[in-house]
């Protein structure tokens, strides 16, 4: 039922809107008792010890340890618990769970181009099930964007040359407003698009009747071939020239400078754009640049089709070092998880 009230938040649609709200809502109660109670004794003060006649002198004031001790502690409790309360909810929304089912968004002037693992792509549109964990992947082809889902309580800057992730769990079916919070020229207040949930079936339908597209994790590996990547970096270590690419997604990798860095997102992408900033031990500064060559949403395919290279070791299902010689799964055309 609509109403002529400006409603106090957003609609509440996903599993960290109503934590988020609860401590929103306690901030704001603590931050109007306190204006009350202050207010209030500083008014009551005020005229109970107003100045009654001109040669009044007040009496000296002692101070008290008691009274000192007493408004030091409380408000601290106070002040931790808020910090504590947020820090558990922004550890909660910064770390997406391992099960959830990966988006791809790329930020544009001024459109949200959004791809999913299974292959269908949608522009200022994000179809999502209710009730599954959904990890979005994003960044951006030009300028920095923020993708901003008020009913979801999420909202993150979209950055050129790098990927931020964030997650959400959707609770309710209905299509809720998508914007962009970061002002990025002209028509930056047209960018707006719509999350529909769906029931998962529902959903799973919605999926069946755009499955005529080619997964990421295809569309990466045909990159990899027509870019010649296949000649160095066989997946499974053969060629030699390159690091073997099966199992690497998510390893630590050692340099050639002795450090250890994690083959995250932001690892593979530095890797194809800048080969050089982080060099494997063992190997040659030979490999050139890519960049300019491949788009973000290219980038974004290579990734997927890395991250779907598994080592297939006997008894040791997921990736391993990659030293293990092993079989190599490549990606298929659907490779959804069901992660709940
Ligand atoms: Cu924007």
Redesign the pocket.
């Known amino acids: 039922m609509q109403t002529s009230w400006v409603p106090f938040v957003p609609p509440s649609a996903s599993t960290l809107s109503g934590k988020l709200d609860a401590l929103y809502f306690y901030l704001s109660g603590v931050t109007i008792f306190f204006t009350l109670l202050i207010s209030g004794v500083l008014i009551f003060f005020v005229i109970k010890y107003r100045r009654r006649t001109p040669w009044e002198i007040p009496r000296p004031v002692a101070g008290s340890h008691k009274l000192e001790t007493l408004w030091s502690v409380i408000p601290f409790i106070i002040a931790m618990s808020m910090f504590v309360w947020g820090a558990q909810l922004f550890f909660e929304q910064s770390r997406p769970p391992n099960n959830a089912v990966e988006v791809y968004v790329v930020?544009k002037?001024?459109m949200w181009k959004i791809q999913h693992s299974t292959g269908q792509r949608e522009i200022n549109e994000l179809h999502v099930p209710a009730g599954r964990k959904i990890k979005l992947i994003m960044t951006t082809e030009d300028?920095?964007?923020?993708f901003f889902i008020p009913a979801f309580r999420i909202k993150a800057d979209?950055i050129p040359g790098r990927y931020t992730t964030q997650w959400f769990e959707a609770t309710k079916p209905g299509s809720y407003y998508l914007f962009?919070a970061?002002?990025?020229?002209m028509n930056?207040s047209g960018?707006i698009g719509s999350v529909v949930v769906m029931e998962p079936t529902e959903f799973d339908d919605w999926l069946g009747g755009n499955a005529s597209q080619q997964s990421p994790a295809v569309a990466g590996q045909q990159l990899y071939e027509t870019l010649g990547c296949v000649s160095c970096h066989g997946a499974a270590g053969e060629g030699g020239r390159g690091p073997a690419l099966a199992g690497l997604f998510g390893r630590q990798v050692f340099l050639s400078n002795g450090q250890t860095v994690k083959a995250d997102e932001a690892y593979i992408r530095e890797s194809v754009v800048n080969p050089q900033a982080k060099l494997v031990a063992g190997f040659g500064p030979i490999m050139p640049t890519f960049q300019g060559q491949v788009s973000e949403e290219q980038l974004m395919q290579i990734l997927a089709f890395i991250k779907s290279l598994q080592i297939q070791t006997p008894g040791a299902p997921g990736p391993g070092p990659a030293a293990t010689p092993g079989a190599v799964a490549s990606p298929t055309t659907n490779t959804r998880s069901r992660g709940r």
Not at 143 to 146: A, E, G, P
């Open positions: 930020g002037q001024w300028v920095i964007h923020d979209v962009c970061e002002y990025c020229g930056h960018m």
